[in-house]
């Protein structure tokens, strides 16, 4: 069981080289929290500032309500899971399991009790005598997890553990990883990936840096449903969202917007006020919410540059521009004569969001 807190924290390097600031964070007994972001946005140093493999420079970082800034990495109880496996290759499946609790010269019964439990949960028995050379790449990742299980640590950190799998691997060892938190549900894990599909079907909550800090934390779905800023809503979700520049020509309960690209008007289920009227806006809809329509409400209209055929769905590239590319569609089903067409767009009022100064007007 272990509560961590960071307050005010911060990363410089070299005096002046700030890659971290204001990191607020409360993280509960028993939840899995991802770290995810732009590759160079902190997510793995912050990891290992929880660790102890790199200095806080400021702020505060507690464990259970125990200050942990000077306190050596091995005194911290926090097993950490590395991209690489980090196997003793002389060694076998057993022996690396039982390295650590060797060093703290814990006794042969314990050894092997802990070992041969933490086999039996990751599946890993009837490797226990081969060497890591004789496994798969998701079989050697497990022991390395299995490593961090018997020494029964407080919190487990994960940084990109599956990043060196090929697809399959991946898929096969995300699934064990999330059974693995199920039959562990008071362990408190912290981990980190650049892949969305891994944030949002592992997480209990999900931590969005950016920018040297915290653009949003919140449940997959809340992320997903209603990201607070353009960043998020553009970074979670494949393909991004379309941003469209508009502005609101009637406020109340529902928010009716222009939209700049067209003649085209949509209407939303956003609240504004008289003095937000006229405001320009980016109008915010995801590419599988977007429908084909001949109404005049529309969100936008354009020429399907390129499309693919993906089976379940075709996705299509407008020649309208979204803020940062084309715009996006995902169409279900399969559409094999619509490259070339000239189509309108819209979406439900429930599905469009509305951005001001990259804020959404939600919050």
């Not at 770290?35 to 400021?58: D, H, N, Y």
């Not at 919190?155 to 562990?184: C, G, H, W």
């Amino acid at each position: 069981m272990a509560n961590l807190k960071l307050t005010d924290v911060e990363k410089t390097y070299a005096g002046s080289v700030n890659v971290l600031k204001d990191i607020n964070l409360d993280i509960q007994s028993g939840e899995l929290i991802v770290f995810v972001g732009p590759s160079g946005c902190g997510k793995s140093t912050l990891l290992r500032m929880i660790a102890g493999l790199e200095q806080i420079t400021g702020g505060e970082f507690m464990i259970n309500d125990v200050r942990m800034n000077d306190v050596p990495p091995a005194q911290r109880g926090i097993a950490m899971v590395f991209q690489s496996y980090a196997l003793y290759p002389h060694m076998t499946v057993r022996e690396n399991m039982a390295f650590a609790l060797r060093i703290a010269k814990k006794s042969n019964a314990e050894i092997n009790d802990a070992v041969d439990k933490a086999a039996r949960t990751l599946q890993l028995t009837e490797y226990l005598d081969r060497l890591p050379k004789a496994l798969s790449g998701g079989q050697r990742q497990r022991v390395a997890i299995g490593r961090s299980i018997v020494r029964d640590p407080k919190v487990y950190l994960f940084d990109e553990p599956l990043s060196n799998l090929d697809a399959a691997l991946r898929v096969a060892t995300r699934i064990e990883i999330a059974q693995l938190k199920e039959s562990m549900p008071d362990s408190t894990m912290v981990y980190v990936t650049h892949d969305q599909v891994e944030a949002m079907t592992l997480a209990s909550r999900i931590v969005v840096l950016a920018n040297r800090g915290i653009a949003q934390v919140g449940t997959p779905l809340e992320l997903y449903e209603t990201p607070q800023n353009e960043f998020v809503a553009q970074f979670i979700g494949s393909p991004a969202m379309n941003l469209l520049p508009g502005r609101i020509i009637e406020t109340g309960t529902n928010t009716t917007v222009s939209v700049n690209d067209g003649n085209g008007v949509v209407r939303t289920n956003i609240p504004t006020t008289g003095e937000q009227a006229g405001m320009t806006v980016n109008i915010g809809v995801r590419p599988e919410h977007l429908e084909v329509t001949t109404s005049t409400d529309y969100a936008l209209e354009g020429r399907v540059n390129i499309s693919e055929a993906l089976g379940e769905v075709t996705q299509v590239y407008l020649d309208k521009e979204s803020k940062g590319g084309p715009a996006i569609a995902k169409l279900a089903g399969i559409h094999r004569d619509i490259r070339n067409s000239v189509i309108r767009m819209t979406a439900k009022p429930e599905n469009f969001h509305l951005f001001s100064n990259e804020r959404s007007l939600l919050y």
